[in-house]
C-alpha cells in the first residue's frame, strides 16, 4: 500500500494554519497543529522555532491572553494523559492557592482556566493526540 502526502497552506481567518493531508484507503486525513504559546517564555520560543524550522506554522494561541475554557483544558489533559496536578507550574500554583492538596480536578481546572500563568507550557495539540514541549524535542513526536 502507497501512502502519499500532500500539504496545504491556509489562511482561516488571518491566521496561517498548517494542515497535512494524509492519503490513505480510507480517504484524507486533515492535521491541524495548534501550539498554547507563551512568547515571553525560552522553551515557547525554542518549540516554535523548531515547529517552524520544520515547516510546520503552528495555530497559536497565546494562552494567557486568551485561556483555554474548562472543557478544552479537560480535552488537552485527557490527550496528554495528564492530571490537573500534573500540568500545573508548581511556584505559579502556589501563588494561585492552586497547590492545596485537597483540591479536586474540577477545583484545579477552573484555577487553572482562571490562572492562566499556572498552565505548563507549551503545549501542541492535534484533534487526537497533544505534547507538552518539554523539552522542545517532544513536540516532535506527533509531527
Do not use: F, W
Request: aromatic fraction near 2%; proline fraction near 8%.
Amino acid at each position: 500500500m502507497t501512502v502519499g502526502l500532500a500539504i496545504n497552506i491556509v489562511r482561516p481567518d488571518q491566521s496561517t494554519t498548517r494542515r497535512a493531508a494524509r492519503q490513505t484507503s480510507h480517504g484524507t486525513h486533515a492535521l491541524t497543529y495548534t501550539l498554547y504559546h507563551n512568547p515571553r517564555c525560552s522553551k515557547s520560543r525554542q518549540t516554535l522555532d523548531l515547529l517552524r524550522g520544520r515547516g510546520v506554522e503552528p495555530r497559536i494561541v497565546e494562552y494567557l491572553k486568551t485561556p483555554p475554557e474548562a472543557a478544552e483544558l479537560r480535552r488537552i489533559l485527557g490527550l496528554l494523559g495528564l492530571t490537573p496536578r500534573q500540568l500545573l507550574r508548581k511556584k505559579e500554583a502556589a501563588e494561585a492557592g492552586l497547590d492545596d492538596p485537597t483540591l479536586s480536578d474540577d477545583a484545579l481546572i477552573e484555577g487553572m482556566v482562571a490562572n492562566p500563568i499556572t498552565i505548563e507550557r507549551p503545549i501542541l495539540v492535534t484533534a487526537e493526540r497533544a505534547v507538552l514541549g518539554r523539552p522542545p524535542e517532544a513536540v516532535l513526536a506527533i509531527l
